[in-house]
């Protein structure tokens, strides 16, 4: 895909799904983002990025960690995912966090200028990965540390169908290589690429659970990457493809809910001393 379309993809599809974004994912995502904030290991004082903020779901449990003495800025390509995090803060009274629209692979920011990145979800959805972490290693501090998480193997997610539901009804283009960070090593692969040191990474299976099936269709169809695709179906076509969805999802059924299988992966990496 051309990734100025990718980009644009991204930026409306996810102003789109910034109202249903918390409601259908804060839960199942926060294993990946509890994982990721403990090897980022983020200490008071700390001036940390958070790249892909969307929300704040991250950007806000680092400030907690790095204290009033510290700070983060988050950002987003989508300017309503920046808003709300923008009016949660000024809400919450945190004087600390800075919400700014950004491109992941070219933020106008200061070299060397943070202790500690963190990408939570987001790096699939960028046209070229290694250019959004190396992109993060040119803001961190010598010695400066970066960790991320990513949706694991397409096998390892009960929830995947959900692309090919929407890609044979309308050219959704959300990211045609959605799990490729997900696959073995390749995260970590990415992080030395983008000339990271001292790689590690970690894989972890979890349970999305869903108390309806309301629930789960909210998530999948309106609070995630294929929202923007899923606005432009007229009524009938809604709900053949959440009726398709339900069905790719029934072996995961409990009770009047679901608990779909999920797998993350987890990287950490430094910027050299030198």
Request: negative net charge; charged residues 25%.
């Amino acid at each position: 895909m051309d990734p100025r379309l990718q980009r644009r993809v991204q930026r409306y599809g996810w102003d789109r799904a910034a109202g249903d974004y918390e409601s259908g994912w804060r839960d199942q995502l926060k294993p990946a983002q509890s994982l990721m904030l403990e090897m980022a290991a983020l200490r008071p004082g700390e001036r940390v990025l958070d790249v892909a903020c969307g929300t704040g779901l991250v950007s806000f449990r680092a400030l907690d960690a790095v204290g009033e003495t510290g700070s983060v800025v988050g950002t987003d390509i989508s300017a309503e995912m920046v808003e709300t995090a923008r009016r949660r803060a000024e809400e919450d009274g945190y004087r600390n966090a800075t919400f700014e629209r950004f491109d992941a692979e070219a933020m106008d920011l200061e070299d060397g200028s943070f202790d500690a990145a963190v990408c939570a979800l987001g790096l699939m959805y960028c046209p070229d990965p290694i250019n959004a972490l190396a992109e993060m290693r040119r803001l961190l501090k010598r010695g400066g540390r970066a960790a991320a998480a990513v949706w694991g193997a397409r096998a390892g997610c009960g929830w995947a169908d959900i692309f090919p539901i929407v890609d044979a009804r309308v050219s959704s283009e959300v990211c045609p290589l959605f799990f490729r960070l997900g696959t073995k090593d390749s995260l970590a692969r990415a992080f030395t690429e983008a000339g990271f040191v001292d790689v590690r990474f970690e894989r972890i299976r979890v349970e999305l659970a869903y108390a309806s099936a309301d629930e789960a269709l909210t998530a999948a169809f309106q609070g995630g990457p294929v929202a923007l695709a899923y606005s432009r179906f007229d009524g009938p076509t809604r709900v053949l493809a959440r009726a398709e969805y339900l069905q790719s999802i029934e072996g995961y059924r409990d009770g009047a809910g679901y608990r779909i299988p999920g797998e993350f992966v987890t990287a950490l990496g430094f910027r050299s001393e030198h």
